[in-house]
């Protein structure tokens, strides 16, 4: 899923941000969101809350930038197609795993 961030879903975004550039690399102010956001969703998954519930907030989302909200979707739905683990060390393991392959994504293609 994350190797398709840039082509599919940061276009839009980049534009949106394109401003706030010039002071800061665009990796710098677009990775640490989507970082959080896929760790925050992975730490939902693992811990039971409904996928529809985790989606709210990309409807929410959606409301101020649909781009932003497509994002936060579709690292939604990418969290909620991994397995969810049992034991409290698998859970915090599939947690770090899924943020950080989100971050490597995202700082290799925005860097």
């Known amino acids: 899923m994350f190797n398709r961030i840039p082509a599919i879903l940061l276009a839009p975004v980049i534009a949106v941000a394109q401003p706030a550039v010039a002071e800061a690399r665009l990796a710098d102010l677009l990775c640490p969101m989507i970082i959080e956001i ?13 996928m ?7 409807q929410e989302a959606r409301k101020s930038d649909a781009a932003v909200g497509q994002l936060v979707e579709d ?3 990418a969290a909620y197609e991994k397995p969810r683990y049992r034991t ?6 599939e947690v770090e795993i899924f943020r950080d392959e989100a971050a ?3 700082w290799k293609n925005l860097d």
Do not use: F, S
């Open 38 to 50: 896929a760790e925050n969703a992975m730490k939902g998954h693992q811990g039971g809350t409904p």
């Open 52 to 58: 529809t519930a985790m989606l709210e907030v990309a």
């Open 75 to 77: 690292i939604i739905l």
């Open 88 to 93: 409290a060390e698998a859970k915090l393991r």
């Open 104 to 106: 490597v994504a995202c």
